[in-house]
Structure formats: structure tokens, C-alpha cells
């Protein structure tokens, strides 16, 4: 099993969103990192969830429920995330680069990388808020 975090403007699509849906296709990819990372996931790996834009936060979490490696062709996979529970609280950006967890991360390091590996300290960290 692996951790990610997925960025999302959330004025486009939140986390809220995602928790009425409870599932959805994770769209919109363009980053060549990024795809290969998607192509990177299983099922039952845990996602962090990150708003991007005037928020800059991990806001809530997810599972990869399902995934289709190369659907009709297309050039990225089809990674379906359920939504879990919202973080404890959101976690600001600035809190995030302050750990030296995360010293060495795409996430602070890439900042338009909008799917991150994470390790598993760093889920945590994240997690509980």
C-alpha cells in the first residue's frame, strides 16, 4: 500500500464535492509526474486530499477504490477515489513546509505537482491534523 496527496482547486472541485458523490473518476491530470504517479496507484492506497488556490490545505482523505490502467486508450489511468472523513482540521501549506517531514517532498518542492507520493510519517502527520 502507498500514500499520495491529490490537489484540487476547490472553487472546481472540493472535497465536499467528493464526499456528496462519495467516488470519482480522479480527472484532469496534465503534469507528466503527476500521470505517472497516477499510473503508480492500487487500489486500497490512502490519498490525502489537498485544496489548492487562496486555501492551501490538506483538507480530508480517501481510498483508491478502483483502477483501470489504460481505459480506451487514453493517456492517463482511470483512478476512481471514495471519500473518507474531513482531516481533523485543515492543515495550512505553511504548517506543512515547517515539518521537516516533508524537507525533501514534491509537495514543497514541486509546487505544481498536483499528485504527490507521500510516505507513511508524512500521511500521518497529515491525517491527524
Do not use: C
Amino acid at each position: 500500500m502507498a500514500d499520495w496527496l491529490v490537489k484540487t482547486e476547490p472553487g472546481e472541485y472540493s472535497f465536499e464535492d467528493l464526499r456528496k458523490e462519495t467516488e470519482t473518476v480522479w480527472t484532469g491530470v496534465k503534469n507528466p509526474v503527476a500521470i505517472k504517479n497516477l499510473f503508480s496507484m492500487k487500489v486500497g492506497d490512502r490519498v490525502v486530499v489537498y485544496h489548492t488556490g487562496s486555501e492551501k490545505s490538506a483538507v480530508g482523505a480517501a481510498t483508491v477504490t478502483a483502477f483501470e490502467e489504460d481505459p480506451k486508450g487514453a493517456s492517463e489511468p482511470r483512478v476512481t477515489l471514495r471519500a473518507g472523513s474531513p482531516l481533523p482540521r485543515p492543515l495550512a501549506l505553511s504548517e506543512i513546509k515547517s515539518s521537516p517531514l516533508f524537507s525533501d517532498s514534491p509537495l514543497v518542492r514541486i509546487g505544481r505537482l498536483s499528485v504527490v507520493p507521500l510516505t507513511a510519517a508524512q500521511y500521518a502527520f497529515l491525517a491527524k491534523g
